[in-house]
């Protein structure tokens, strides 16, 4: 708990004004003041007044210490509202505080990064760092504070303004604070948290207690060992009587250090009043009474005849007059203070001499001489100073002579401003009698107003009718264009309900002649019938082929068939070719899957797909990533398709264009024209043989020829170990239908063969295509474990269809639609895509090879194996979903022990070649020998 010596200090005015809680007390005081009656009594009725309010005082863990020692510790903390200072024991029992912290011009903050229950306070001389238990301890404590600091403000306000008070009506009213409700507009007030503030706290542990030792504040040891020494303290947890007798206690210690503190208390009698301040300061339990104790401080105070002046009131003495005398002792009070202050300094300077005075008497010469020069030094140093000083008030005359004349020019703007506010009121006065002047003239102006408004009435009400027969017929027309709309609407809906209506009418066609040439197809394989159902069927057969484009109007199938698609391939073959009636059937069933697909939707659900994930990308901004696999799985949109692509073989070909930089190619069509490449006429013997079912192909002058031409003649000098390989024609007239530019198509073509495709797969031995051949059959009979017996059943070799699947991804092989979504897969994923759609080409025709059983039969059914293949949604499911799992893993693996298998084969192949070679090379040497003996003989 606080002490009484804590109180010292305090302006014996400004007790006067505390000691009263309210109004009640402050009425009892004045009477007490009136009747004249002895400070005992008068000290014995302060203790019947109950107390202000509850004491501020809790635990709380204070930030203390420097390097290692650094740390909290829990101190006891209670709250002064007299000095408004906050002082902090080692614990509730301690007597002596360790520390205080002045209130009145701190400031509090807490930060929510912080600790819970971590706020600072910051006072001119030093920043505490305090912690409570929890976060509404903490703001208790920081409303409390504010809130007390608040009060204490008020209070001298209201003691200094001692004129103000004086022409109050009510001077008896005590000063008005701040309440709570009003002090914390801006946070909710925080309930008292019981058992952690006031009183009741010191009776329970204290929170986050550490131990003793560590808790003992060395800087202020020896307040920690008057602590521990002192046998006075009071305790907390005593019971309810001890408590109540501990606040007359507090009360009449209250009252001694106002008497101990008061500036008219003679400087003899200090140490009476210090020991009956001590004296006060037993506890309880060594004093009779509260009665006792009251009656003991008055005998104290009769000693003091000035303490009692200090206290008398005369009669008839208004408030206002003794304010003005608390004012005056307060200024008296200050001025000996500094008096006091001026003689101590003196003295001490006069006590120095006399030391220095005494050395000099006492010393011998030398030291005597030093001192002499210490002293010289001195006198230099002050004559220095007294320069400085000199210096600094010089410049401070200078500078109060120009803030002077800036205070002269101020003046002098303030009368312009003046003149210039004096010239404008004559002129609103002249206009002001000019307004007068004028209103005597009103009656006219009057005439001409009335006269104007009736004028203006009738335009109005001739507007407002306008108006109306407007509004009228805006409804009119408004409901005019609604019934439009309505009948737009209907016949919009209408239109696509026939619209889809006919694309289903024109599949089921479709539908049905495929179905029905399909009849005539089978009619025709029949063997065993007449001449004349022979012809009749072949007749049926030559008017199914004729292209009938006359009539545009009608569903004629020419019309649907003998259209290239956007990327100028045919859609079905020349009538001239044996499989002209299969490829007729396969153009009617692809239009009527397209007819369906497009009335489905699915199309345009891809497509929507595609602008949501490239909606705020550039396609240079692209990233892998399973959603973007699932797009390119399920097919590119065409405009989309080119860039896309592109994406995709820079992500390939990346290091090689950094390596050779960006003008390789143009370098490598400088090398062409300057340079012969052994290539060249085997391309040139290629060129006619690319992509013959695409328009962009079929001359050898067109452009894309040309174009061609280049890309490979470039491609044999950017890679001289393959030079030129059969197929890669086709790979090149695929690049450039898509890419559309000479150099995208040549990097597109570097990206298959010499990055995406494995080594060798397009050298001269073409050892990696044979390796993906045998690594294919093993997974086939993996997949499909009858298809394969079937084949070995019948000695069918598959390396005879497929070895051009892979040589050329499909190319020549697939439709191109389907083609073309293979690629898109191929030059994102890799060439296990290759190895997907050739395992579900023979899934998806497995049932009607396994119905074959000739060899002849099975040989001419896989060769037309992939253009039965019209639905390549299906078979893109297939390939993606049903042949899954397929690892990129077990491809690399199986690569490699076929590999490994293939070298010993093609090891041992050169062995016997090298072998045969020698053989043939002695069996010549034999020969010429003994035609050599033959010939002499």
């Not at 003196?346 to 120095?352: I, P, S, T, Y």
């Not at 069927?537 to 109007?553: G, N, R, T």
């Amino acid at each position: 708990m606080m002490t009484n010596e804590l109180e010292v200090g305090k302006s014996s005015q400004m007790e006067m004004f505390t000691l009263p809680a309210n109004a009640a007390a402050q009425k009892k005081s004045d009477d007490v003041h009136e009747e004249k009656e002895d400070l005992a009594s008068y000290l014995e009725s302060l203790s019947e007044v109950p107390l202000q309010s509850t004491r501020l005082c809790g635990y709380l863990n204070k930030l203390g210490g420097k390097g290692p020692l650094k740390g909290c510790k829990t101190r006891w903390f209670v709250f002064d509202p007299r000095k408004c200072h906050l002082y902090y024991f080692r614990n509730s029992h301690d007597n002596s505080p360790l520390g205080s912290m002045d209130l009145s011009n701190a400031a509090f903050n807490y930060c929510l990064e912080a600790e819970e229950g971590t706020f600072e306070i910051k006072t001119p001389e030093k920043d505490y760092t305090l912690k409570a238990k929890n976060k509404e301890v903490m703001m208790y404590w920081l409303q409390q504070l504010q809130q007390k600091r608040w009060e204490h403000d008020d209070k001298l306000n209201h003691l200094f303004e001692g004129d103000v008070t004086a022409s109050d009506p009510q001077p008896d009213t005590p000063p008005i604070f701040k309440t709570e409700e009003e002090t914390n507009e801006f946070l909710d007030p925080v309930k008292t948290p019981t058992g952690l503030v006031g009183e009741e706290a010191a009776s329970l542990p204290a929170p986050l207690q550490q131990s003793t030792l560590s808790n003992i504040s060395l800087k202020h040891l020896g307040t920690e060992i008057q602590n521990f020494g002192s046998k006075t303290v009071f305790q907390f947890h005593g019971n309810k009587p001890l408590r109540e007798n501990r606040t007359s206690y507090e009360e009449m210690n209250q009252a001694a250090s106002e008497m101990s503190g008061s500036p008219s208390l003679p400087k003899g009698e200090d140490t009476s009043v210090k020991e009956c301040h001590l004296d006060v300061q037993k506890p309880p339990s060594q004093k009779s009474s509260t009665g006792s104790n009251l009656r003991n401080l008055a005998n104290f105070l009769n000693t003091v005849p000035m303490c009692q002046e200090r206290f008398a009131v005369k009669d008839g003495t208004s408030p206002a007059e003794l304010n003005k005398d608390v004012l005056r002792l307060t200024r008296e009070l200050n001025a000996q203070r500094e008096l006091v202050k001026l003689l101590h300094r003196a003295l001490e300077a006069a006590q120095q001499e006399k030391r220095a005075c005494g050395s000099f008497i006492t010393a011998d010469d030398s030291t005597r001489l030093e001192l002499v020069r210490h002293k010289v030094r001195q006198i230099r140093e002050l004559e220095n100073r007294v320069c400085s000083l000199e210096k600094e008030r010089h410049e401070m005359e200078q500078n109060l002579k120009l803030q002077q004349t800036h205070v002269d020019e101020l003046k002098q703007h303030a009368q312009l401003l003046m003149v210039k506010n004096h010239a404008k009121q004559e002129v609103i006065l002249k206009l002001t009698e000019q307004m007068v002047a004028k209103e005597t003239e009103k009656p006219e102006f009057d005439e001409v107003i009335a006269t104007t408004l009736d004028e203006l009435r009738t335009k109005i009400s001739h507007m407002q009718d306008v108006q109306e027969a407007y509004n009228t017929q805006n409804k009119f027309l408004n409901s005019e264009i609604y019934q439009i709309t309505k009948l737009w609407q209907n016949t919009r809906d209408h239109e696509k309900a026939l619209s889809m209506k006919c694309a289903y009418l024109e599949a089921r066609y479709c539908q049905i002649e495929s179905k029905y040439l399909v009849m005539l197809h089978k009619l025709q394989n029949i063997s065993g019938q007449d001449e004349t159902c022979q012809e009749i069927v072949k007749q049926f057969i030559a008017e199914q082929l004729k292209w009938e484009i006359k009539d545009e109007s009608n569903l004629a199938v020419g019309r649907i068939c003998s259209e290239h698609d956007e990327y100028g391939f045919k859609l079905v073959s020349s009538p001239m070719q044996d499989q002209n009636i299969l490829a007729k059937i396969q153009a009617l069933e692809r239009k009527s899957n397209d007819l369906i697909l497009g009335q489905e939707g699915q199309e345009k659900n891809i497509q929507l797909r595609w602008e949501n994930h490239l909606s705020g990308k550039t396609f240079g901004e692209l990233m892998p990533s399973p959603e973007l696999k699932n797009l390119i799985r399920n097919g590119i949109p065409k405009e989309h398709r080119r860039h896309v692509w592109r994406w995709c073989i820079n992500r390939r070909v990346r290091h090689i264009r950094e390596r050779y930089g960006s003008n390789r190619y143009q370098e490598l069509l400088k090398l062409c024209k300057n340079k012969q490449q052994a290539a060249s006429k085997q391309i040139e013997l290629d060129l006619p043989r690319t992509l013959t079912n695409n328009t962009h192909f079929s001359s050898p002058s067109s452009k894309m020829v040309q174009m061609l031409r280049r890309m490979l003649l470039a491609y044999s000098w950017q890679n001289p170990d393959i030079g030129y390989c059969q197929g890669l024609n086709r790979l090149a007239g695929i690049a450039l239908l898509v890419l559309q530019e000479e150099e995208d198509a040549f990097w597109c073509l570097v990206a298959i063969a010499d990055c995406i495709m494995p080594e060798d797969y397009y050298s001269k031995t073409l050892t990696g295509s044979q390796v993906d051949q045998r690594v294919f059959k093993d997974i086939l009979s993996e997949k499909m474990p009858r298809l394969v017996s079937h084949f070995d059943q019948y000695n069918v070799d598959l390396s005879y269809v497929t070895f051009n699947w892979f040589l050329v991804v499909f190319v020549d092989s697939l439709l191109s639609d389907i083609l073309l979504r293979v690629w898109d897969a191929f030059l994102y994923e890799g060439t296990k895509v290759i190895f997907r759609y050739a395992l579900a080409i023979f899934r998806y025709n497995e049932e009607e090879i396994l119905k074959l059983h000739d060899t002849l039969a099975i040989y001419d059914h896989l060769q037309c194996l992939t253009k039965n293949i019209s639905e390549g949604k299906n078979l893109m499911n297939i390939a993606f979903v049903e042949m899954n799992p397929f690892p990129m893993r077990l491809l690399q693996n199986r690569r490699t022990v076929h590999l490994e298998k293939l070298k010993t084969e093609l090891r041992e192949l050169e062995k016997i070649r090298v072998e045969y070679v020698k053989e043939r090379d002695e069996h010549k040497e034999l020969i010429a020998v003994l035609s050599e003996d033959e010939e002499e003989t």
